[in-house]
């Protein structure tokens, strides 16, 4: 596990307690300030999880806290390339460049925009293709945390929680799982608000003293038995009156002795000769 942590120093301490002895040589922690250093922290961590993967065959985990501030660092890095400064510089600058003139209404912030339509397609850029979207390709999975933001989009899958996700608004859109968490009194409770492969999502559970994330698996598989798992293309499949075609005799068994992430065997098994229910698979 490599952790990119732009989070106050003294957090680290704090963060590397948490962790239990026997893991610790299996956890890398990269605390970073800018832009420069995410890209160089993120580059490090995707060259020890691909190594990782070829020693082990078994995918590790890359995760970033606080999403927002990578959105910040990306802003902040055009800024210093257009302006020759820091973006909390230059919005001082402007602030005080555009209080003097009575007449314009214009914020500082507005003032960024700049000419040539803004420098939004570059930021975008910079975040987007330039950062997350590669991290998307890896071979490994990844964690994202966030700090909230008011929502005020009816339409928003967060509209009922007020709340979505701080950092770039489209990001939400290139995650497969988004959750809640929070914690009244002494009982921490987490709920999903996007679960991508599954026609409902789970309620609101109680987390106090469990493994959240072995109990968001449980939940999963709940729903899964429920006949809830699905994907866009056996939804376009359905409506278009497409009967899932009938597999050969041959199927392809993955024995995991670990858990079903971790495959550590793959054989070919022959079947009995027999036909496919109908609207099924004969797997």
């Known amino acids: 596990m490599n952790i990119v942590y732009p989070d106050r120093p003294s957090g680290l301490s704090l963060l590397f307690g948490l962790i ?3 893991f610790q040589e299996c956890v890398n922690v990269f605390p970073v300030s800018n832009y420069e ?3 160089s922290a993120t580059a490090a961590s995707v060259q020890l999880l691909e190594k990782h993967f070829k020693k082990t065959g078994i995918q590790g985990w890359g995760v970033f806290e606080m999403v927002e501030s990578y959105w910040t660092f990306s802003q902040d890095y055009y800024c210093r390339l257009a302006y020759g400064e820091s973006m909390g510089e230059y919005f001082a600058e402007m602030q005080s460049v555009l209080s003097k003139d009575k007449a314009s209404q214009a914020a500082a912030y507005e003032s960024f925009a700049g000419p040539f339509g803004g420098p939004w397609p570059i930021v975008k850029f910079l975040h987007n293709y330039n950062w997350i979207d590669k991290l998307k390709r890896m071979n490994f999975n990844i964690v994202f945390t966030s700090e909230l933001k008011t929502e005020e989009n009816k339409d928003s899958i967060f509209s009922e929680l007020g709340f979505r996700p701080a950092g ?9 799982t988004i959750i809640y968490l929070s914690h009244k009194g002494d009982n921490f409770f987490m709920k999903p608000y996007k679960l991508t ?7 609101e559970m109680n987390i106090t003293d469990k493994n959240g994330y072995e109990e968001h698996k449980k939940a999963q598989k709940r729903l899964a038995d429920m006949g809830l798992r699905t994907s866009k293309i056996e939804d376009l499949e359905i409506q278009a009156g497409i009967k899932p075609p009938k ?29 496919a229910p109908k609207d099924d698979w004969n797997i």
Request: aromatic fraction near 6%; glycine fraction near 4%.
């Open 37 to 39: 250093q995410m890209i």
């Open 168 to 176: 770039e608004k489209h990001l939400q859109h290139k995650f497969d």
């Open 20 to 22: 239990p002895k026997d």
């Open 197 to 203: 492969g599954y026609r409902k999502r789970y309620g």
């Open 247 to 275: 597999l050969e005799e041959k199927t392809i068994t993955m024995i995991s002795k670990t858990d079903e992430s971790k495959i550590s065997k793959t054989e070919l098994t022959e079947q009995p000769k027999k036909e």
